[in-house]
Every structure is written in C-alpha cells, then in structure tokens.
C-alpha cells in the first residue's frame, strides 16, 4: 500500500476530528454571545445605548456562523475530494487506475458536489444558521422592550429591531451563496497537486485484436508515413458516422519501401479492448515514447496542454459558462516529440471521452466510445515536423476557407444593440474616436419575437436603409441566426418545413420540439441535402436585405435552453439516423449550408461564425469559444485556445475580447450580470485580441457597455493604439491566412512550432514564423521576463535590437498599460499598411514592405498576398521579395509577382542609412519616415510602379 494513500488517510481523519470540534465551538460561541446581548439589554438604567450595544452584539451572531460555516463546509469538501481520490486507486497495484474519472471529477467538481454538500445533513447546517441569524435577535424584544419605561420608545425600537433582522437574514443569504459556490476551490487545487504520479498500466488484458490484425494499411502522404488502423465492429454501421474527409483518402498511396517508421514507433503498444463498465463500449489505448507534450483535442479543456486531461467528444451548451461543457469536438490528438510531431486522427464523429496521460515522456490516450461502440473505427496516424501535421489534418478534413479581407479586422457585439438609433451611435463613435471597425453584430433582439430570419419593425424599420448607412462608414453588419424554429401556425418557416418534413422527429415520428429563446422550437434535418438548401435560401433573405455575414450560435443544437442535463437522453432522429450520430457534425452542416447561400447570391469570399462545430468546419466558418468570462483566466484560457485550435486543423479563431460573463460561478442566467468594469484587464484583452485571427469584442445584455470608449480616456487611448497596431499588420496577417487556407498552418502558433526546444514557453507565441509576442496576461504586472530564440530580434515599437547567440536568452522588459514587447525576425520583409476606417481602404492599392535587416545578416525574404476585393472571380497577387546584403553597404533587392490585380505600388522601407536606389538606370532618393504607429524606428521610403523589378539600395558617400 503507498504513501500516498496513507497520507489521504490520515488527513480524512484530521479532517473529520476538526469539523467535530467546530460543531462545539459554534454552540459555545452562539450561547455565549446570546447570553451577553439578552444581559446588556436588561441591564440599567440607561437602557437606550445598551439595547444599541445589544443589536450589534446581535448582528455580530450571523459573522461568527459564517466563519464557523465556512470552515465546515471547507472541510466537508476536503472529505468528498481525498475520498474520491483514495477511491481512485487500486489497493493491489501501485497505479491511478481510472485516469479519466479523476479527471472527470476535477472538471465537474463545481456542477457536481454542490448537491452533495448540500444533502440533508448540510441543509440542516444551514437552516440552523439562517434561523440563528434571522430570528435570534427576536428572542431579544421582551428583555429589551422590558428595559424600556416609556412606552412612547416602543416604535423605535421596534424599527431598530427590524433592521437587525434584516441585517441578519441577508447576511445568513450570503452564508449560504458563499458556501455553495467557493469553498472548495482551494481545496480542489491542493487535492489535484497532491496527487502521486504513478505509471500507468502496460499490459491491457483482454485484448480483441492483435497488432498483426489492427493495421489494415500503411500509407504515404507526401515523403511521411501514414498508419491506417481499423477495428472492425459489427454489420450495423448502416450510417455514416465518419468526418467529412472530402475525398482526400485518395490522394493516399501505399509506400513502396516495406519499411515503416510509424509501425516501429507503435509497435505493441496499441491494444483494442472491451471497457470494463459497458460491453457495448470498445477502448482504444495507445502508448508513445519520447513525448514532450499533448496538445490537440480544440478548445475544450482548460490550459494549455492536454498532458494529464479527459476531453468529453460531445457538442453541447456551457450555459453561459456555469459548466464544464464543450461547444465542439475535435478528435485530433496532437503530440510534440523531442525532434518531431506525431498526429492522431480519429475518422468519427461519435461521441467519446478521450483521456491523455503524459508521465515520464511516455504519452498513454485512451479513447472510449460512449455510443455506438461497436462500430467500426478508423484512425490516421502521422509523424513529420510541426508543418506536416496540421497540413496532415486538413489534407483529411478539409482545407480551412479563404476568408474575405474583412473577416480579419475589427469586429464590435453585443448581446444586443437594440435598435436601428443604438448600432448608428455606435458606428459614428468609431468614426468620432478615430478606430478603425469593420463590422457591427447583431444578436436575437433583432428578431421578432426571436423568430429567424426576421425583424423587429419597431426597432429596425428598414434594415437595408440601416445597412446601406453602416456601409457609408465602412461598416458591415453580421447577423445571429440560430437553429432552433419557433412553433408558430402563422410563421412561415415553421409552416414550410412543417410541410415539407424538414425537422428532425422523436420516436413517434411527430417533429421534436425542444425550448429556445422563442420558446417551443423545432429543429432542422440538417443531415438531408434538400434541407440544407432551404436553409441557405432563408439566409439569402438577409443577405438580400444588406447582411454580410452570418453567425451561427446556439448550433451544438441546444435543445433547451438552461438545461444541464445531456442531450444524448432526448430520442431524436434524423433521416439518415440517430441524433447521436450527427450531433457533432450539425453545426458543420449549417456552416456548409450558410457558407454556400453567402457565396452564391453575393458571388463573394462567404462569413460565417460557429460557436459550435468539428473537424471540417475550418472549410466553411471562422470558430469562437462561446461564452467566457471576465477574467484574468479567460484571458490566458484565450490564446491556449487559439493555439490549440490550430494545432487541430483550424486555423481562424478567437474568444470574445473582455469576456462575455460575469467571472463569478453564479447559477444560469445569472453568471451574465457583470457589476463593475475592468479597465486593466480590458486594455490587456485588447493587446492579446489584436493578435488572435478573429478579433472581436463581445459581452451580454446584462452588462455594462464594452466599447473602447466605455472605459474612459486612458483605455481610449491604448485600444485605439492597438487596434490600429492590429490594421497596420493586417497585410501580414492576411498573408498568414492565405497560407492557412493553402496548407493549414496556424496563424497563431506556439514557439516550439519554429524552436523545438522552447517547449515549455506558454506565455508567449508566435504570428507566422517571423513575429514574436510577450503580452501581459496578468494583472498589476510592471516588469515580464521573455524567451528570445537564437537569432537577432527587433523590438516592434522601440527599435531596439537583440542578439541571441545561444539557443535562447531570458531578458527581463519594463512594461506599461499601453506597451508590451512585440518582436519581428531579423532577416525579413514584413508587408504592412497605413490604418484607415477598415480593412479595405487600409489595403487601397499600395503593397508596402518593411525591411528588417541589421549588420552581419547577409540575406532577407518575404511575402505577401495581397487584394482589394471580396469577390470571388478576383485573385490575391503574390508578392515575393528577396534581398542580399553585401557588408551591409550595398542592399540588392528583387520583386517578383504573380495575378497582378491591378496594384498599383509597391513601396520598400529600408533603414535610414540607404539613402538611394537605382533601377532602370535611375536614380531614387527615399524620403525619410518615422514615428510610424507610434514607433521609434525610422526608414528610408521607396515608392516603384512596377509589379516586377530589382534594385540596389546604396548608403550615402
């Protein structure tokens, strides 16, 4: 037996001998102080000031209970948690045995222990202090009443008595409310860091398929193996439950060389066996050697990595982030290696619970089905660089969409801006303060009676005059639309799906109805082709009124709203079978449906927003992470998303910047009123969200307003600095994308995607390979300390220059509410613009590159895609720009594009010291730029009205 199970032992018993002890202390502290209020009030003469001291002795009783309460129910939980942890273990094997329950328990301790702290026994506790605390002070009144000779003082005291049972019963409330929803947390933290590592079992009996009889295929994508594993199940798979992997299986080859890297690496360590509590239910374990990390698995688990974490496969509600849910399921599986990535594919779209284990370098994932076990399973395993992976996953699943220009700007929402007169004062502001924004949003108030596809007349009279006004500003407007329809005999939509079958049916065949925000609702059948062609025609109804883009929220579906219970519990069913099956594949559906109605009737690059979705959905939609909270926590939880989501094939993503909900764990509804602002950690939201690929400011109805603007003059300032700072890159992010969308790579990456050995950074990353960012991601911080890779370093906003000759360099940087290191490669040109009002008119038709370069580096390149257009038929012009410096006296640099469309300039920035350049054999003289953005570096300007050219830039003699 360990030592780990002793101590969790001993500190039961601890625990249990104090709680008894605090049970006596409350009794004498409460008879104590009821004994000295109901003397003082009978004592003397001067009767009036000792009842007033009798009060606050009185008030004071509620104090003590709470401080009594808290220690009880602390300790209480401190109980639940160690027992379950000893629980956990098998009494006969030194080993965690169920990996994925503990962690199940940790995500689920807030949802879960309440209802047992609060069982019959602990109702009790506290109905005995509320009681002490409301009507203990009315055992007071006849002594005190009795101290008093004129009966002329009787109203007055009773007044003073009123108040105290006021005083008394609201802070009894608060006893209660502080006990159920805080006092464990602690003590969950302690419990988890307390936890023995253990090795985790090798051997797995009951083993159904040998390794010889797993592998059907071995494949080559590229010049990287791939291993096809297939287990095959029984004859029911009559539905497919598979991905959408668009064909690209095709583009699959056997190797011809026998050998295969891939099988030594999982030689005898994969095993197919039947779960011990369901024998409908199949696990697939895997054990890898020589693993640093496990990332991957979307945006559905705190942190960062995924190194000791259970992921629940199941698309569902977070109820305003009241529960551990998860909105998508992306069954990737994504492991950094020490010299190479290792990528795990799982071809369904079943629910399951993935649980991963990293101890001692050696990852142990087991993936459980939770319906539907026994049929088949398809998983794709690949190893190569960083690179290779995701390009791996998008390859399968579907490359991520070319976004239009303006889905990378700045987007501004709010649940909701009501009315026509609210979205114009707010897109003028914009304009009065000098911000650059590219689209307003417009959540369910526009809606009649929350009905999609419609509008509330009273407060949007004419929503094509409305998006014809926001356009003159260089605003688009975005449009909510959920998958839920209202039952109404007089609607059309519900009328015409009604007719013609299009919602999905319950068991008896009747249409289902769950309950939305317009109350009763029907859902549509988005697994049958026809109706996601009706659906696409209803979008074109906003589109046609002026809309831009569509944002698909509620989409999991969430069947009803508030509702904790889960959903695989409702017999829903689709034409091509179970809801089970399709349910993390609806949202993708609807994407794939909007995505289409957008392109055919404007013939331009489609917006869609998903809350919801899997893997392929980076085809049709950007992805956000729902509802987050106003916390220093959200904010981190914020880029570890990101980052992950790349690391899983979607690559255009982000989280509402300033948080959508109130960080306080407050019940339902209730966890959306947000009671003060936070300007610090609004101004660092912002820093972080100019980075992200979807950058958008976002909160709820009940909060205050969450503009730029809205938290005085300061923050003002400091958005307004890096939203511009965010258009001012917005060529090399849109650069990125177009890459993304060629070969998956993520926008926002983590070091070790570049610099294998920065493992262990997660306070910093990388946009594209070339720009390096430090933000402040915690509050009343003054001074961080960055990793620096090996290589030389510009600091984006003071010019300063960092050498790095070993492999990495820790540097200490003073920061500011309005500045946080950002650095750019040495050795590249970095395409920018000069902010306007939006995207487009900041792109208008000049290219300009800035030339990073320093003394000692003999060679610069750089890139960029470039358009002014959404339309489809248009191409993005290639730019390519290379550079080789002779002793850094001369500068020899060549332009060459492709799919000119009708740029117009390309203008090089140089350091100040090349004064002059000659092409065609003339000769140019730059004109001197500096301040750019608030910077402190200055270049040397060259404007050329060529496409295609080379030139030597020249110091002065």
Request: contains cysteine; neutral net charge; charged residues 20%.
């Amino acid at each position: 037996m360990s030592k780990g199970i002793d101590a969790f032992r001993s500190e039961i018993r601890e625990v249990v001998s104090g709680l008894a002890q605090l049970n006596r202390t409350k009794i004498f502290l409460v008879t104590g102080l009821f004994a000295v209020a109901f003397g003082v009030a009978g004592f003397g003469n001067n009767a009036k000031s000792i009842q007033e001291y009798s009060y606050i002795i009185l008030i004071l009783i509620p104090f003590v209970c709470a401080y009594v309460d808290f220690q009880y129910y602390h300790g209480l939980a401190k109980i639940f948690v160690l027992a379950h942890f000893l629980t956990s273990y098998d009494m006969d094997d030194e080993e965690l045995v169920v990996v994925q329950d503990y962690e199940n328990f940790i995500e689920g301790i807030r949802k879960n222990y309440a209802p047992r702290l609060f069982g019959f026994e602990g109702k009790a506790q506290v109905g005995s202090s509320i009681m002490l605390s409301a009507f203990g002070p009315l055992l007071g009144i006849p002594l005190a009443l009795s101290a008093t000779n004129s009966p002329v003082t009787l109203g007055v005291e009773w007044k003073y008595y009123g108040v105290t049972v006021l005083l008394s019963s609201a802070i009894a409330g608060a006893i209660f409310v502080y006990s159920q929803f805080v006092i464990y947390s602690d003590e969950l933290d302690k419990a988890k860091n307390a936890i023995p590592k253990r090795k985790c079992k090798k051997n797995i009996t009951n083993n159904i398929h040998t390794y010889d009889e797993i592998i059907s295929h071995n494949y080559v994508y590229k010049t990287n193996p791939v291993l096809r594993l297939v287990f095959k199940g029984s004859d029911i798979n009559s539905f497919d439950d598979k991905l959408c992997m668009n064909s690209a299986l095709n583009g699959l080859k056997e190797p011809t060389d026998s050998s295969n890297m891939i099988n030594e690496e999982f030689n005898n360590r994969i095993s197919y066996y039947k779960s011990k509590d369901n024998i409908d239910r199949y696990v697939l374990s895997i054990s890898i050697t020589k693993v640093l990390s496990i990332y991957g698995l979307g945006s559905n688990i705190r942190g960062f990595d995924r190194n000791i974490k259970t992921t629940t496969l199941l698309n569902n509600d977070t109820h305003f982030g009241s529960v551990d849910n998860s909105y998508s399921s992306f069954p990737v599986i994504f492991l950094h290696c020490k010299g190479h990535c290792i990528g795990i594919l799982w071809n369904s779209s079943r629910p399951a619970r993935i649980a991963t284990q990293l101890y001692a370098e050696s990852a142990n994932i087991k993936l459980t089905v939770l319906k539907g076990g026994n049929l088949d399973n398809e998983f794709f395993i690949t190893q190569g660089s960083f690179g290779h992976v995701v390009d791996f996953f998008t390859f399968l699943t579907g490359r991520p969409m070319r976004p239009p220009l303006w889905a990378l700007g700045y987007h501004q929402s709010r649940w909701s801006y009501k009315n026509e007169k609210k979205v114009m004062k707010i897109a003028h502001s914009f304009k009065k303060h000098d911000i650059p924004c590219d689209s307003i949003y417009f959540d369910i108030h526009h809606m009649d009676s929350y009905k999609v596809f419609t509008w509330n007349k009273s407060r949007f009279r004419s929503p094509r005059k409305l998006f014809d006004n926001l356009e003159k500003l260089g605003i688009r407007g975005v449009v909510i639309v959920d998958p839920g329809v209202k039952v109404d005999k007089q609607y059309d939509v519900y009328i015409n799906g009604i007719e013609n079958k299009y919602f999905c049916l319950n068991e008896s065949g009747s249409e289902f109805e769950g309950k939305v925000w317009p109350g009763k609702c029907v859902f549509p059948d988005f697994t049958r082709q026809e109706v996601r062609k009706w659906w696409g025609e209803l979008n074109k109804r906003l589109i046609k009124q002026g809309v831009s883009g569509i944002w698909n929220d509620m989409n999991e579906p969430v069947l009803f709203i508030a509702n904790h219970e889960n959903p695989l519990k409702y017999d829903i069913r689709h034409y091509l079978g179970p809801h089970w099956v399709f349910r993390n594949k609806y949202a993708l559906f609807e994407a794939e449906s909007t995505f289409n109605a957008i392109k055919e009737e404007l013939s331009e690059l489609p917006f869609v927003l998903s809350r919801s979705g899997c893997c392929g959905v980076q085809q049709f939609a950007f992805v956000w992470t729902g509802d987050n909270n106003t916390s220093w926590d959200d904010l981190r939880q914020n880029l570890y998303d990101v980052l992950n989501l790349g690391m899983s094939g979607v690559p255009f993503s982000g989280a509402d910047v300033g948080g959508f909900c109130n960080e306080l764990n407050l019940p339902g509804i209730l966890k959306t009123f947000k009671f003060n602002k936070k300007p610090e950690l609004f101004l660092r939201w912002i820093q972080l969200g100019s980075l992200m690929p979807f950058f958008r400011v976002h909160t709820s109805l009940y909060s205050h307003s969450q503009e730029p603007w809205s938290f005085g003059s300061h923050v003002l300032d400091i958005s307004r600095k890096h939203i511009k700072r965010r258009y001012h890159l917005l060529p090399y992010i849109y650069t990125l994308a177009i890459e993304s969308h060629n070969t998956g790579m993520p926008i926002v990456r983590p070091l070790f995607s570049e610099y294998d050995y920065l493992e262990e950074i997660t306070d910093q990353f990388l946009i594209g390979s070339d720009i390096l960012a430090a933000p402040v991601l915690f509050p009343g911080v003054n001074s961080i300390v960055v990793t620096l890779p090996k290589g030389a370093w510009f600091e984006y906003e003071t010019g300063n220059i960092y050498r790095i000759d070993n492999d990495f360099e820790q540097i200490e940087f003073t920061v500011t509410d309005d500045y946080y290191p950002l650095f750019v490669k040495c050795g590249t040109f970095i395409p920018i613009s000069i902010p306007s009002n939006n995207s487009k008119n900041s792109f208008s038709d000049r290219v300009i590159f800035e030339t990073y370069i320093i003394d000692g580096i003999n060679e610069a390149s750089g890139k960029a895609y470039y358009r002014t257009s959404n339309k489809l038929e248009d191409k993005d012009t290639f730019i390519s720009i290379t550079a080789i410096v002779d002793t850094y006296d001369y500068l020899d640099v060549s332009v060459t594009s492709i799919n000119n469309n009708k740029l117009d300039t390309i203008v090089i920035r140089v350091p100040p010291i090349f004064t002059s350049c000659e092409i065609n054999n003339e000769i140019i003289t730059g004109k001197e730029v500096i301040n750019v953005q608030n910077r402190k570096l200055s270049w040397r300007e060259f404007e050329f009205n060529s496409n295609e050219f080379s030139t030597r830039f020249s110091k002065k003699k």
